[in-house]
């Protein structure tokens, strides 16, 4: 929590409107932090997606595939993806 609080203070001190931002999908609290400092300061969000949570949780074992938690994470994602203004999957 204390770095995703970092990262979130230090894009609001050094984005504005003009910017890019870019970002990454771990660790896994990153792209919710950044999707919403480029919001308030209405920058455009591009995601690197690596891995993608809660699939890569629930494949490893640690959620089951219904659970509350599962479906919440869901939820946040559709949230976040239907406003990035790019996406990047890395194929490996």
Known sequence: MLFAIQ??????KHT??????LCVTTPFTSPYT????????K???ALIIYDLYPDTLVMAGFLHPTSILTK??????????SRLDSRS????
């Open 89 to 92: 999957s890395a194929a490996t």
């Open 16 to 21: 504005s409107r003009e910017h890019v931002l």
């Open 43 to 45: 920058a455009a969000l």
């Open 7 to 12: 990262v979130f203070i230090a894009a609001m």
């Open 72 to 81: 919440f994470l869901r939820w946040t994602n559709q949230a976040m993806f």
């Open 34 to 41: 950044v999707a919403l400092a480029a919001r308030i300061r």
